[in-house]
């Protein structure tokens, strides 16, 4: 049986905070002087055209991960700028947001950076609707009720961060097609820990990144848009590599590129992309399956002694990831006990929130259910 332990650098301790920053491969810093400073350093060709294939890798291994096509990917400094594009670019795809204010549904519950964005990206006269973070966003009636003949786009989370809630993403993009309303999904919290078929599931859009489950670090985030929808959709914070041949260099002359590098925009960075499309690849190969499998595991053995400070799902089909645990006015004390243990978790509203990847064993959940017994 295959150590994945081993594969990743791990201090000593027990982290369990991948929701957050996930641990890199201690490969990561050969792949990226190799793929990175070798093409820049011991060379005296331009390094452009060996840089460019860590994006082709960096993609491939996205659509190996999500079962899409490489043409549907393209790299992103971030969500935020992501979404900000994508909205930007939908009045040409659809015409129910040419012809009248459209209506945009998401939850309270939704990472607040997603709302800055599309509150600044979306057209005057845009109604942002939300979901009320009181309601259970996992029960797929609840998103039936709200996805209502005047939605124009849902945007669904596939998994909430603070309260280890996972969408029903099947049901809610089939509620959204019956009203013919798109769909835009953020994988943030669940790209490389929750499987996502886009082949067999179909939505219109989806943004994520890399810095956490996929242990990929910061500034490798990407969007996916669906082949149906590449060609209408018209981006306007565009660059050189937006273009069919960025290489071209007439001014006068802008055609859009027939992939989704479309939405790329200007010179683009390449160093995040050299770390990231190694990690993807790495979780790719091992398979979404059997990343959540390990994964619910060692949730389901902390359920037997923690369940009742459990507030996060304890139905394996509602819950993420991660489990959040509540301890109430002791909640504090718990997380320093915790610290002094070595057992590296984080405190948000809704409780302390613990993230057991593929690199955790049983070691982990056992120093921290020792350090919570301490208390």
């Known amino acids: ?20 920053v996930g641990r890199p491969l201690k490969s990561a810093e ?71 204010n459209p209506v945009v549904l998401m939850s309270e519950l939704d990472f607040p950076s997603m709302g800055f964005a599309l509150k600044k990206a979306l057209p005057q006269g845009c109604e942002l609707r939300f979901i009320p973070k009181t309601l259970d966003i996992t029960d797929a009636a609840v998103w039936q009720s709200y996805i209502r003949s005047d939605v124009d786009l849902v945007f669904i989370s596939h998994v909430y961060s603070n309260t280890g809630q996972l969408a029903p993403l099947n049901e809610i993009v089939e509620a959204a097609k019956s009203k013919a309303a798109l769909t835009l999904i953020d994988v943030a919290q669940s790209a490389g820990i929750v499987p996502l078929d886009l082949g067999h599931l179909q939505p219109d859009f989806m943004i994520g990144s890399s810095v956490k489950w996929l242990c990929g670090g910061p500034g490798a985030a990407y969007l996916w848009v669906n082949t149906k929808h590449i060609e209408r959709c018209q981006p306007k914070d565009v660059g050189w ?131 919570i017994k301490r208390i």
């Not at 027990?14 to 957050?20: E, G, I, K, R």
């Not at 350093?41 to 452009?48: C, I, L």
């Not at 948000?348 to 993230?355: A, H, L, M, P, T």
């Open 241 to 371: 590599f937006s273009h069919e041949n960025p290489f071209e260099f007439d001014i006068h002359d802008f055609r859009y590129h027939p992939t989704a590098l479309k939405f790329w925009g200007g010179t683009p960075s390449i160093a995040p992309y050299a770390i990231a499309a190694q990690s993807i690849g790495y979780f790719a190969d091992i398979g979404s399956d059997k990343l959540r499998g390990h994964n619910q595991a060692l949730i389901d053995i902390a359920t037997e002694q923690l369940a009742e400070v459990f507030v996060s799902p304890m139905q394996e089909s509602r819950r993420s990831g991660t489990m959040i645990l509540d301890f109430g006015t002791k909640q504090q004390k718990v997380l320093e006990a915790l610290q002094q243990a070595n057992v590296n978790v984080d405190l948000r509203s809704e409780g302390i929130r613990v993230s057991p990847h593929i690199y955790n064993d049983m070691a982990d959940i056992e120093n921290l259910i020792a350090g």
């Open 1 to 20: 049986m295959q150590d994945f332990k081993a594969d990743f650098s791990l201090a000593s301790g027990s982290y369990l905070l991948s929701h957050s």
């Open 30 to 100: 050969q792949v990226f002087s190799k793929q990175f400073f070798a093409p820049w350093q011991d060379s005296n060709v331009e390094p452009w055209q060996q840089w460019l294939k860590v994006i082709d890798l960096f993609c491939f291994n996205l659509a190996k991960l999500f079962n899409g096509r490489i043409e549907e990917f393209c790299p992103q400094v971030n969500l935020s700028s992501a979404l900000t594009k994508l909205v930007m670019s939908l009045d040409e795809l659809n015409d129910k947001f040419g012809a009248k």
